[in-house]
């Protein structure tokens, strides 16, 4: 797997479908290590859904269990913590589950924070 950058966080329209599938089938029980190759894909794939999430203005409220996993999906997303070709097929299949634990955790984070915002944009509106 050739290295990549942490994709750019600029804002984009978050597909919680097509993330929850990802995280889904990152997270699946196996009884064996499925192919590099997949992995490979599906790591570059969760890779892009996190930093698209953390990139979101909805983070701009701050509490400290926000702040911890954002510093989590960070560190997971520095190119030094991305497996490379000569990472053994274990650390990586490991690596990418635990991009989709953070994933995850941040899908369900952001789902909440949009379900405030939204009330918060609708009470605005109802007093105009």
Known sequence: M???SIPSSQPYAVDLTTISHTVNQALELRLSLPEREW??????KLRGHLATLIGDDIWSIETP??????????????????????TPP???YDYMRSLALATRTTVAVYRLRQVNRDKKS???EGER
């Open 2 to 4: 050739t290295k990549q």
């Open 39 to 44: 992995t490979d894909r599906t790591t570059l």
């Open 65 to 86: 269990q926000s702040r911890a996993l954002i510093k989590e999906a960070h560190a997971l997303l520095r190119d030094a913590a991305q497996p490379t070709e000569a």
């Open 90 to 92: 274990g650390f990586a």
């Open 122 to 124: 609708r009470a605005a």
